[in-house]
Nanobody, 114 residues
Framework: VQLQAYGGGLVQPGGSLRVSCKVS????????LGWYRQSPGKERELVAT???????DYADSVKGRFTISRDNVRRYLYLQMNSLEVEDTAVYYC?????????WGRGTLVTVSS
């Protein structure tokens, strides 16, 4: 399994950013997927999940601001992040949304700062 997140960068508070994750080596369509993040000094946390039928769920801290989506043809997972806050600064990773997680792949750093 290869999980490669990219698209992070520096954005000002209140700004928007979309991160993507290319998933390979699995039958993409049959897994619920999720976005996780890890801030310095904190444990990795789950922020958004999407099931095989595109049902979504979000952590309270990002609800109403983040949108998770998936492209089953291209095998990509996306996270659209709006109204970004300094507290959203973290390395973002993709993985399964439930069950036993895959080996972690490459994350992408999102920095929210003025």
């Amino acid at each position: 399994v290869q999980l490669q997140a990219y698209g992070g960068g520096l954005v000002q508070p209140g700004g928007s950013l979309r991160v993507s994750c290319k998933v390979s080596g699995i039958n993409f369509r049959i897994y619920a997927l999720g976005w996780y993040r890890q801030s310095p000094g904190k444990e990795r946390e789950l922020v958004a999940t999407i099931t095989t039928d595109h049902t979504t769920d979000y952590a309270d801290s990002v609800k109403g601001r983040f949108t998770i989506s998936r492209d089953n043809v291209r095998r990509y997972l996306y996270l659209q992040m709006n109204s970004l806050e300094v507290e959203d600064t973290a390395v973002y990773y993709c993985n399964r949304g439930s069950g036993e997680l895959f080996r972690w792949g490459r994350g992408t750093l999102v920095t929210v700062s003025s």
